[in-house]
């Protein structure tokens, strides 16, 4: 198709605007097809996105409701109780199914993760399988090698293809029509919840004038600039994940672990280990490596509203922790070099020999079989291979 006839096939100005608006609404809502609409070249869609500058804007409404301590400790509560819900809901339920729950519990997670005003459990989880089948290819919507930081951070959220839904890549999400509902009307879950919080600031200053605050206040901190601060340390893990930190595996993207990002965001900043092994409940892999969503996900469970945790294949673990090795005895080996007049010249090549001598032990006593892809295509090959592990495990058990 030529650029003319593009051109010429392309909706009015008002018709367009008419659409997003519709859509701020209905997030299927989608005239010309969402396949269509995903073919488009990047372009940000203002009036579509408004609801989202609005969010930013929001928090301007600090120099008319000035702050208090009631309302400041709510937002931070609120912050990390989504961020749970971002990382704990979002990605390692119904992005990895790392976990099962009954249906009225993944309605009542559904709804948890509205309240985090990062769209519908099914977009989210759809754009999140395509960034492990793409993780920064050409295709990946958000990786900062292709598309440059900015972009990766908060550009692609804004860009119109990125907006649909495809349904044909969460089937085992979109059979539940309570959760195509909630994916549909995402606007639901955020303006209530919005709404619920003015009206606890409305209560206490009536009913707890002391506090020092209002239902506006109470907006301002805890839904706009909460809400912002949640999105920015969601993006993080989209952007910074893939630029700073230490590469433990050798994955086929450049996701990297990193202890900081890990605080922000519960144990998301352990990025490399999960584009490793997708399909574990936990992020961190070994004990020191912190990860607060699965100590949150462990608690939950005691409840029993959770169950079904994925732990992390012991080959995986012995991989990790060769690499750890090599990584010594290339850093030793680095030493050696800058400081090769000094008397590290003498202990290094014994830590080396020691740490080879290690790494050559852990390789003697892996699994011969070759490991899958680092990559994994779906969630129902993650399935069958945590299936498959199980079965390779029992069958090597020795006979009693
Ligand atoms: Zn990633
Ligand atoms: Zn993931």
Redesign the pocket.
């Known amino acids: 198709m030529s650029a003319e006839s593009t051109t010429a096939a392309r909706p009015s100005l008002l018709r367009r605007i008419g659409t997003a608006l519709v859509q701020w609404v209905d997030a299927d809502y989608c005239p010309e097809g969402p396949v269509k609409m995903r073919q488009e070249p990047d372009k940000v869609d203002w009036v579509r996105v408004m609801p989202f500058v609005v969010l930013h804007a929001g928090c301007l409404g600090v120099i008319f409701v000035g702050w208090s301590w009631f309302a400041v400790g709510a937002a931070v509560f609120l912050y990390f109780a989504r961020m749970f819900a971002v990382t704990g809901i979002y990605h390692r339920y119904f992005s990895h199914k790392t976990y099962s729950t009954s249906r009225i519990g993944q309605f009542l997670l559904a709804v948890w993760g509205g309240t985090t005003v990062q769209r519908g459990p099914l977009w989210w989880a759809y754009h999140h399988r395509h ?1 492990h089948k793409h ?1 920064d290819d050409e295709h990946d919507a958000h990786s900062p090698h292709v598309h440059g930081f900015w972009w990766s951070h908060i550009g692609w959220i804004t860009s119109r293809r990125n907006f649909p839904t495809d349904y044909s890549q969460v089937k085992d999400l979109a059979k539940f029509p309570e959760l195509v509902f909630l994916n549909r009307f995402d606007i639901i879950v955020p303006v209530l919840f919005a709404t619920a919080i003015f009206g606890v600031g409305v209560a206490l200053e009536a009913f707890a004038p002391g506090l020092g605050t209002s239902g506006a206040q109470m907006l301002v901190w805890g839904f706009f600039f909460s809400t912002t601060a949640l999105f920015h340390g969601t993006s993080c ?2 952007s910074m ?2 630029l700073m930190g230490k590469r433990r595996f050798k994955t086929d ?1 450049d ?1 990297r672990n990193s202890f900081i990002l890990s605080l922000i965001c519960l144990g998301e900043g352990w ?1 490399n280990n999960h ?1 490793r092994y997708q399909s574990a409940t936990r992020n961190g892999f070994y004990w020191w490596e912190i990860d607060l969503t699965y100590y949150g996900l462990k608690m939950l469970s005691w409840t029993g509203f959770i169950w079904g945790f994925k732990a992390v294949p012991k080959r995986v673990l012995e991989e990790g922790m060769r690499a750890e090795h090599e990584n010594t005895v290339a850093a030793a080996a680095a030493s050696e070099h800058v400081h090769a007049r000094s008397s590290l010249k003498k202990v290094v090549p014994t830590a080396a020999a020691l740490a080879v001598g290690a790494v050559n032990a852990a390789q003697a006593e892996a699994p011969k079989k070759p490991d899958g892809p680092a990559i994994h295509k779906d969630v129902t090959e993650l399935v069958a291979e945590n299936d498959a592990d199980k079965t390779t495990a029992a069958s090597n058990r020795p006979e009693a």
């Open positions: 960034h993780s893990i989209n994940a893939h993207d996701s990025h584009h």
